[in-house]
C-alpha cells in the first residue's frame, strides 16, 4: 500500500533556530496536509496544499507542494518553545482515505 | 470553526465491558467521520470510515463487530468497543470531514481507553 516517509525522524533544536522536515512518497498525491499533535491531543490541521508546486504560509509556518506530487516539506522559522510536538504529513487523493507519515517529532531547547 | 469534540477524554474499565466514545462536529455538519486509533509513539491508523446514515467501512483487519461504529446524524457518530480486553488499550481519535471527498480532516482530542 502507500507509504509516507518523514524525514527526520526527531529533532531537538535550539529556540528561535529554524526547522525544517519533509514528507517523501513512493506514490502520487492530489493534496498533501501537515499536522500538529502534542501529548495526549488530536492533531490539529496547520496547512494544507492542493496544487504541484504550491508554496502556502501560516505565520512562522511554511508549506510546499513538491513538484512532482510526491513529496512535501514544513519550515518553522524563528522556533518557540510551544512548537514541540509532533508533526505528521498526510496525503490524500480523491476517492482514498488518508495516509499519515510516522511523524516529526520537535524538541526545542530554551 | 471546524470544531470536533469527544467524549469521554479518557475512559478506564475493566475487561468485558463495553465502551462508548462520542465524536461531535461542534459547529458544522460533518458529511464523513473517520476513525482513527494510535498506539504510543505511532502514527495514526485509520479503523473505519462512517457516512451518516450508511454503513461504515472498515479497514482490513478492523473487527467490525468488536468495534461498533454509528453515524446517525451530521454531527454525531459513536464507537463501541465491545468486549474490551487490555490489547484494546489505546488512544483513538474521531476526525469529520466537511466534504463527501474528505480532503480536510479536523480530529478530536482523542479518548484514552485503559482496559484492566
Known amino acids: 500500500g502507500q507509504q509516507l516517509n518523514q524525514s527526520p525522524q526527531s529533532m531537538f533544536i535550539q529556540e528561535g533556530e529554524d526547522v525544517s522536515m519533509n514528507c517523501t512518497s513512493s506514490?502520487?498525491?492530489?493534496?498533501w496536509l501537515w499536522y500538529k499533535q502534542e501529548p495526549g491531543e488530536g492533531p490539529v490541521l496547520l496547512i494544507a496544499?492542493?496544487?504541484?508546486?504550491e508554496l502556502t504560509s501560516n505565520g512562522r509556518l511554511t508549506a510546499q507542494f513538491g513538484i512532482t506530487r510526491k513529496d512535501s516539506f514544513l519550515n518553522i522559522s524563528a522556533s518557540i518553545p510551544s512548537d514541540v510536538g509532533i508533526y505528521f504529513c498526510?496525503?490524500?487523493?480523491?476517492?482514498?482515505?488518508?495516509?499519515f507519515g510516522p511523524g516529526t517529532r520537535l524538541s526545542v531547547l530554551p | 470553526g471546524a470544531v470536533v469534540s469527544q467524549h469521554p477524554s479518557w475512559v478506564i474499565c475493566k475487561s468485558g465491558t463495553s465502551v462508548k466514545i462520542e465524536c461531535r462536529s461542534l459547529?458544522?455538519?460533518?458529511?464523513?467521520m473517520f476513525w482513527y486509533r494510535q498506539f504510543p509513539k505511532q502514527s495514526l491508523m485509520l479503523m473505519a470510515t462512517?457516512?451518516?446514515?450508511?454503513?461504515?467501512?472498515?479497514e482490513q483487519g478492523v473487527e467490525k463487530d468488536k468495534f461498533l461504529i454509528n453515524h446517525a446524524s451530521l454531527t454525531l457518530s459513536t464507537l463501541t468497543v465491545t468486549s474490551a480486553h487490555p490489547e484494546d488499550s489505546s488512544f483513538y481519535i474521531c476526525?469529520?470531514?466537511?466534504?463527501?471527498?474528505?480532503?480536510?480532516?479536523?480530529f478530536g482530542p482523542g479518548t484514552r481507553l485503559t482496559v484492566l
Open positions: 476526525s469529520a470531514s466537511r466534504t463527501t471527498r474528505g480532503n480536510e480532516q479536523f
Open positions: 506514490s502520487i498525491f492530489n493534496t
Open positions: 496544499l492542493y496544487k504541484a508546486g
Open positions: 498526510a496525503g490524500y487523493n480523491y476517492g482514498q482515505n488518508f495516509v
Open positions: 459547529d458544522f455538519q460533518a458529511t464523513t
Open positions: 462512517s457516512n451518516e446514515g450508511s454503513k461504515a467501512t472498515y
